[in-house]
């Protein structure tokens, strides 16, 4: 079966902090995304990898940063949280062919406070 | 301006009864349409993916269709049960080569109840 982990189910963390939120997959996929998830907002791209230190800005890729120095890891890191990027992360990976399907981690709830 | 809309945003249904889901997309060029099912807490889980020439798919209860012409696509869930609860998302890929991306619907919020 294929896998995704995030590194945390919960975390809680606060306003100016430093966060890395850690990702990793196992089925060799090229591509690797970060999601965030609010109400009434579906989920929204902050950045997609393709390849190892290959990196696309997303939607929303402001107060973010990503790292890709491996092909089974990526990182997201808010580089000074605030109380607004408190919401739902969610990591997938995926082949590179146009049907490839995206598997998704169990996402990361993430509360600034 | 390439988008997908779902509908209805929630749907309350009794247990045992059908329901029908709606996407329309406006994403061009098209190559496939996905629907995903994700439950509270948890990231979405692939239920089916529909390409250009298929017009409708099945996996067990769920059964996908797709009007490529009328850029519409549903997704029929026959004889419920209390685990199908959960909210379900229609995505449309766009982009081609290492800048394909994914549009997604805000998702249908469903309800089955005893």
């Known amino acids: 079966d294929v896998k995704v982990t995030q590194s945390s189910r919960y975390l809680v963390k606060r306003t100016g902090e430093k966060v890395f939120l850690e990702c990793v997959q196992d089925m060799d996929h090229e591509n690797m995304f970060w999601y965030r998830q609010d109400p009434g907002l579906g989920l929204r791209l902050i950045y997609f990898?393709?390849?190892?230190?290959?990196?696309e800005k997303g939607d929303i890729p402001e107060g973010y940063s990503v790292s890709r120095e491996k092909k089974e890891r990526f990182s997201l890191i808010l580089e000074s949280a605030s109380t607004n990027q408190t919401s739902m992360y969610l990591c997938?990976?995926?082949?590179?062919?146009?049907?490839?399907?995206?598997?998704f981690g169990q996402g990361t709830r993430l509360t600034v406070v | 301006k390439n988008q997908v809309e779902q509908s209805p945003q929630s749907l309350i249904i009794l247990e045992g009864k059908n329901c029908t889901l709606q996407c329309n997309y406006t994403v061009s060029p098209f190559s496939n349409l996905r629907w995903y099912k994700q439950d509270t807490g948890r990231g979405p889980v692939s239920l089916t993916i529909m390409t250009f020439s298929e017009n409708t798919k099945s996996n067990g209860r769920y059964t996908a269709t797709l009007d490529a012409d009328t850029k519409q696509s549903s997704l029929h869930i026959t004889a419920s049960q209390l685990s199908d609860s959960a909210s379900y998302i229609c995505?449309?890929?766009f982009g081609a080569g290492n800048n394909r991306k994914l549009i997604w619907g805000l998702g249908t919020s469903l309800a089955v109840n005893p």
């Open positions: 995505v449309v890929p």
């Open positions: 997938a990976s995926s082949f590179r062919e146009a049907r490839s399907e995206a598997f």
């Open positions: 990898s393709y390849d190892v230190k290959m990196k």
